[in-house]
């Protein structure tokens, strides 16, 4: 692990910082602007007061794993193979990258997603959607495609900020990548009486639903005894984030016995975004020649693409190299 000089003034970090742990364990995208680096041996490089200067990322990820097994397994039922671990993980993980929300006052993480693009999920052999989806349709879309899953929030933290920084995050990673679609699936619980399919689907706005074209068929459709008349359970906020930004469903739902849930499989076209969420999500881009494609007021520093910075707004951060650590300190901006 790097040390770090005890005269060197850190800037105060956020009380939500949210960074992404690579499947190599190299820091990926510094996506809150607060100047966390993981670097290649998995410990921070660089820590933020109250961040956790030792913490490998193998930590980390189990730490992530264990708020997946209390929202899946303790909170929605779900049936996990890992449940004498206090984890959910599978076979998927180990090619993923993972995007966290971290709350730095509380250390510890408090929203989470995992990432499986087009190129790892070539090395896995498939999407994971593809375990309850046949895809052959939508993949045959020109461009490239970036899942997002397991995606979960700590009961104690819902109500907007840390789903709207995880948002914020995933966008910029989506478009840092140059990804061209989102897919993923997204759960609905049963209410007392069931599934109530047909009143989901009656709640959803002719805009989100995809055209016949994309349609896609689930391995396993949702039984006819499991599906009541009755909307009980509502649109999770979620799918309601998902339609905002302008998602489509494809298809019919398929169920998920495992987690006791019913899929509904999401497409999201990035070109598609609504412009009142990209100017807000889009804030702080960094491109992907390294420098920002978009500096709104406030958003951060920009990058150069020998890695450092090639020029401050209003002080806001330090230097990352190439390397992933910090390279320079500007004035009076800590790191």
Known sequence: MKKTDDAIRFKPAKRLECFVISTDGVYAVNQSGTGTAIAKDGVYAAGQPGAGAATDSEALIKEAQALRFRVFAKEMGAKLKTESEGLDYDEVDSYCDHLVVYDNANKKIVGYTRLLNQDQ???????????????????????????????????????????????????????????????????????????????????IDAKNIAPSSLQVNPSIPVPEELRCERDESGIPPLLKAYFRFGAMVCGEPCWDEDFNCMDLFMLLPLDQLQERYSKHYMRGYIARDGVYATSQPGAGVAIARDGVYAESQSGTGAAITKDGIHAETQPGAGW
């Open 121 to 203: 999920a070539e090395r896995l052999g498939r999407f994971y959607s593809q375990s309850e989806f046949n895809l052959d349709q939508v993949l045959t879309l020109p461009g490239r495609f970036l899942e997002i899953g397991r995606t979960c929030i700590d009961p104690d933290y819902r109500g907007g900020a840390v789903l709207t920084t995880l948002w914020s995050a995933l966008v910029q990673y989506a478009l840092e990548g140059q990804f061209n679609y989102l897919l993923g699936c997204a759960s609905i619980t049963p209410g007392p009486s069931g599934f109530a399919v047909d009143a989901v689907y009656r709640n």
